[in-house]
């Protein structure tokens, strides 16, 4: 079993910043690949990014490519997101998830993940 907090949600303008960060326990976290997932009202929940379990490789939804990283501190059971030139439409609830496969294939949708935590509001004002 995992369990997956996210933290770091709020309102920011247009143009800022925020952080996300999800918390891992249960299962060694080193050994499982992540990914943040959105999903905005009335839509269906969208990939964002991935990172495998040592964090060498990531990938990225077109939309925040060059906007958003998605990191990782193994040491800490941590996994990040940092949101830099935030949109409007970047306004959704942000879920982290796990996934326990082991492959270096990159991850996009939500049926290859195992876990999810609650989700954390992210609101992007014009």
């Known amino acids: 079993q995992v369990q997956l907090v996210e933290s770091g949600g709020g309102l920011v303008q247009t143009g800022g910043s925020l952080r996300l960060s999800c918390a891992a326990s249960g299962r060694t976290f080193s050994t499982y690949a992540m990914g943040w997932f959105r999903q905005a009202p009335g839509k269906d929940r969208e990939f964002v990014a991935y990172?495998?379990?040592?964090?060498?490789?990531?990938d990225y939804a077109d939309s925040v490519k060059g906007r958003f990283t998605i990191s990782r501190d193994n040491a800490k059971n941590t996994m990040y997101l940092q949101m830099n030139s935030l949109k409007p439409e970047d306004s959704a609830v942000y879920y982290c998830a796990a996934r326990m496969l082991w492959s270096l294939a990159t991850a996009r949708t939500e049926d290859e993940y195992d876990y999810w935590g609650q989700g954390t509001q992210v609101t992007v004002s014009s």
């Open positions: 990172i495998i379990w040592s964090g060498g490789s990531t």
